[in-house]
């Protein structure tokens, strides 16, 4: 025969210490859902890029000035379209147009591709010549972080920014702008070292802050860099991305 019903049976208190540890569980499964720090920019990084267009400002600071000292760049960008620069040297500023690998550079003469600018056209020192063949490995944001990822041994939260030394590689290739000219070793650096700073709000980034240091040796002549280079994020989903059509005509 079923036993009678007692009321006071029908739910027994969790004890104290499975209590706890019932706690304990929920928050580790949940710290584990959100993933390691990298992981965690990587994803706001990967929806910056999903975002329909956004603007940025990039600023950078050489201690003790240096040989070339560089004015902000103001960006803009769409998705799947163009990214338009504003590239701030002394009192000129470099107004370019990027779509895909192909660059279409402003100059006295009006918009030229990258293709009229480098192939035999003007001497070395050229300044949109240089300009056109910088930009053809040149990163958005969205790009660039990611791209930071892979440059950095391990990221921690500190504070309110996420944080990590740069690997030596990583640092090296930062110094020299990733370019190897003719497809040689590059210039050789020594002392190669950096860091990163990066920070989120509402799960994209907002700003981050490269800073590097060592010793490049261009034909046996040594330059100190310590160079810090910020980029801000701004205008998510507000920006309008105008570009000249001579400028779209050299980029068809």
Known sequence: MPGKFNPEARIKPMKPKLLWSALALVAASALAADGSPKETVKSAAKKLAEQANYSWRTTVESAGGGRFRMGPTEGKTEKGGFTCLAMNRGENTIEAVLKGDKVAVKTDEGWQSAADLTGGGGGPGNPARFVARMLQNYKTPAAELEDLLGKVGELKLSGDAYTGELTEDGAKSLLTFGRRPGGGEGPAVSGAKGSVQIWLKD??????????????????????????????????????????????????
């Open 203 to 252: 799960g994209l980034p907002v700003k981050y802050a490269v800073h590097v240091l060592g010793t490049v040796s261009f034909n046996n002549n040594d330059m100190s860099v310590d160079r810090t280079t910020t980029t801000e994020i701004k205008d998510v989903g507000q920006t309008k991305v105008e570009v000249p059509a001579e400028a779209k005509q050299k980029l068809s």
